[in-house]
């Protein structure tokens, strides 16, 4: 029987990391690999989340409602990716043709998420920062990686689509994409039971106050 994506989940997730040529060739290939991509972005989102936790700490969230909450924020992070692919497949089929099919630029862009794994180290204090920034260069260098070698690019080429691709998401998120983001804001709170305070400078005032409970809804 022939080996899938998902027999060699662990192997391409290291190659993916290490910016491995070969594992960017597998993934165009191999059964399952869009499966394989999903599941990197969805335990991606996860890290993050747990990385992030100390606002659902703070928002004195109970252990189920903080369990979906991260739950949630995984999916959420999901959806960011998905339009981060259409977004980029878009760019490269109308700057670079001959057109490629979603599903190639979708499974370049889930393995390039490989490096984001490590999200839950922006917990550490001090170098939460450092390491997250870290991380989304390590990502962005996957990514070029990846659209270099799986779909016969070149190092500009490849670098034009990832930025525009990113850009015209951020756009998007910033325009049309405002209710979208509305709409999980207003899930992330529904599941944590309260009206989650995430801003900075608000989470370090509710800790110096000793974690004062908000309102629940």
């Known amino acids: 029987m022939r080996e899938t994506a998902l027999d060699l989940f662990w192997q391409l997730v290291w190659g993916s990391i290490t910016l ?11 059964p399952l690999s869009s499966r394989g991509a999903f599941y990197i972005v969805l335990f991606a989102g996860l890290s993050q989340a747990i990385g992030q936790s100390i606002i659902l700490f703070v928002n004195r969230v109970k252990p189920i409602r903080f369990v979906l909450s991260l739950v949630i924020a995984s999916f959420l992070f999901a959806i ?3 339009f ?3 977004s980029t497949w878009a760019v490269k089929n109308v700057l670079f043709p001959p057109a490629v099919s979603l599903e190639h630029v979708y499974r370049t862009l889930g393995y390039a998420y ?9 917990a550490l204090p001090y170098f939460g920062v450092p390491i997250s920034v ?9 990514l070029l990686t990846g ?3 799986s779909l016969r690019l070149s190092v500009e080429q490849a670098l034009v689509c990832g930025f525009l691709g990113w850009l015209v998401l951020e756009i998007l998120q910033r325009t049309i994409g405002r209710p979208v983001s509305a709409i999980g804001q207003w899930l992330s709170n529904r599941v944590a039971g ?11 005032q509710m800790m ?5 409970t908000p309102p629940r809804q």
């Open 80 to 82: 960011g990716y998905l």
């Open 84 to 86: 981060w692919a259409i």
């Open 114 to 122: 490989a490096p984001q794994l490590f999200g839950f180290l922006v």
């Open 194 to 204: 309260v009206d989650l305070v995430t801003d900075l400078k608000q989470v370090e």
């Open 147 to 149: 659209l270099a070698i």
């Open 20 to 30: 491995n040529t070969e594992t960017f060739q597998q993934i165009q290939t191999l």
């Open 208 to 212: 110096q106050g000793g974690f004062q």
């Open 134 to 142: 870290l991380l989304s260069i390590w990502s962005f260098l996957a």
